[in-house]
Each structure stands twice: as structure tokens, then as C-alpha cells.
């Protein structure tokens, strides 16, 4: 799941500490967007993640994976928006702290997949792709995008459109 890339900027204007995990972080960044809403709108590129599902509007986005160098092996799946891109993304991550033993003579990013697609898409494919690498236990990533639970709430039979009728998450 993705957070804010310095999750520490709105600690000032709240009584909570700097966030110290990813899963701090996500709390953290949920806890503060609803209260201050209108911090969104400068940061609306690089909170595309945390659209509603239910959103139908549709963006640009890609979804990435991040590997090591030598054996080549993902070991994080993400998405990010279009505004954002890859490369920031990466760079993101390397400036976030979250990822110490990461660096860009060891680590790579790449790719896996871009379209324009609503948030519903743009979360099943990051799943898919999570479960595709093994998931939550082989990965650094700490949470799903998507359980199987909230999959069920929010798909309308049509599931992902690149992923067919049948796919659902594994978790």
C-alpha cells in the first residue's frame, strides 16, 4: 500500500508521533487526511492509491515492482499514479526510510503494468500481481491491497478486466 512519502509533514498540526513502520504510516496517513481534507488537493498525485474503490473516475496508473539487482527476484509490489511515475516512486521509497537495505546499485524498479483504469482496477491488479510474486510472505510488502473480503463487496461480476471473471484474491 502506498503512503505518504514523508509521513512526518503532518505531525505538527496533530498530537501523533512520526510514523516508525509502513503500517504506522498507512494509519497515520488515514487518520490525517480525514481530518484535513483539503491537504488533498496538493498531494492528490501521489495519494492516487487512496481513492475509494467505488470511484469510477479513471487515471493513468502503473503498477511496479521492485527487485534486486543480482538474482532479479520482485521483492515489493506498488502502484502509483501517472502524476507520480516509477522512477519518483522509486525514489520515494529509497528517501522513505521504510526500505534501508535498499539502494539503486542494489535494487531496481520496473514496470509490470500501465493503463488508464478506475481505483477498483488499478488495486485488483496490484493484488493480482502481489499474488503472483508469492504474496505478503515472500515480499517486503507488509499489507494486500486488497482482501478477498473487500474484493467481494466491491466487484460487480465483471471482476478486473484483465484479470477475468474468476480471479480473486488469495487472501
Same mark, same amino acid.
Given at each position: 500500500m502506498t503512503y505518504l512519502?514523508?509521513?512526518?509533514?503532518?505531525?505538527?498540526?496533530?498530537?501523533?508521533?512520526?510514523?516508525?513502520?509502513?503500517?504506522?504510516?498507512?494509519q497515520f496517513q488515514r487518520h490525517n487526511l480525514s481530518r484535513f481534507p483539503n491537504f488533498i488537493d496538493n498531494r492528490v498525485k501521489q495519494l492516487h492509491h487512496n481513492r475509494r474503490l467505488d470511484d469510477k473516475l479513471e487515471a493513468k496508473a502503473h503498477i511496479y515492482a521492485? %527487485?534486486?539487482?543480482?538474482? +532479479?527476484?520482485i521483492v515489493y509490489v506498488g502502484q502509483t499514479c501517472d502524476g507520480v511515475g516509477v522512477k519518483k516512486r522509486f525514489e520515494q521509497h529509497l528517501d522513505s526510510g521504510y526500505h534501508p537495505d535498499w539502494s539503486?546499485?542494489?535494487?531496481?524498479?520496473?514496470?509490470?503494468?500501465?493503463s488508464v483504469m478506475t481505483q477498483f482496477e488499478t488495486t485488483t491488479?496490484?493484488?493480482? %500481481?502481489?499474488?503472483?510474486? +508469492?504474496?505478503?510472505?515472500s515480499l517486503e510488502n507488509e499489507i494486500n491491497a486488497l482482501t478477498a473480503s473487500?474484493?467481494?463487496?466491491?466487484?460487480?461480476?465483471?471482476?478486473?478486466?484483465?484479470?477475468?471473471?474468476?480471479?480473486?484474491p488469495k487472501n
Amino acid at each position: 500500500m502506498t503512503y505518504l512519502h514523508k509521513p512526518d509533514m503532518l505531525a505538527g498540526a496533530t498530537n501523533l508521533s512520526s510514523p516508525k513502520t509502513r503500517k504506522q504510516a498507512v494509519q497515520f496517513q488515514r487518520h490525517n487526511l480525514s481530518r484535513f481534507p483539503n491537504f488533498i488537493d496538493n498531494r492528490v498525485k501521489q495519494l492516487h492509491h487512496n481513492r475509494r474503490l467505488d470511484d469510477k473516475l479513471e487515471a493513468k496508473a502503473h503498477i511496479y515492482a521492485v %527487485y534486486e539487482k543480482d538474482s +532479479g527476484d520482485i521483492v515489493y509490489v506498488g502502484q502509483t499514479c501517472d502524476g507520480v511515475g516509477v522512477k519518483k516512486r522509486f525514489e520515494q521509497h529509497l528517501d522513505s526510510g521504510y526500505h534501508p537495505d535498499w539502494s539503486t546499485s542494489t535494487h531496481g524498479i520496473k514496470t509490470l503494468w500501465s493503463s488508464v483504469m478506475t481505483q477498483f482496477e488499478t488495486t485488483t491488479s496490484e493484488q493480482y %500481481y502481489i499474488d503472483a510474486n +508469492g504474496g505478503i510472505g515472500s515480499l517486503e510488502n507488509e499489507i494486500n491491497a486488497l482482501t478477498a473480503s473487500t474484493f467481494d463487496k466491491y466487484v460487480n461480476g465483471d471482476g478486473n478486466p484483465r484479470w477475468g471473471k474468476k480471479w480473486r484474491p488469495k487472501n
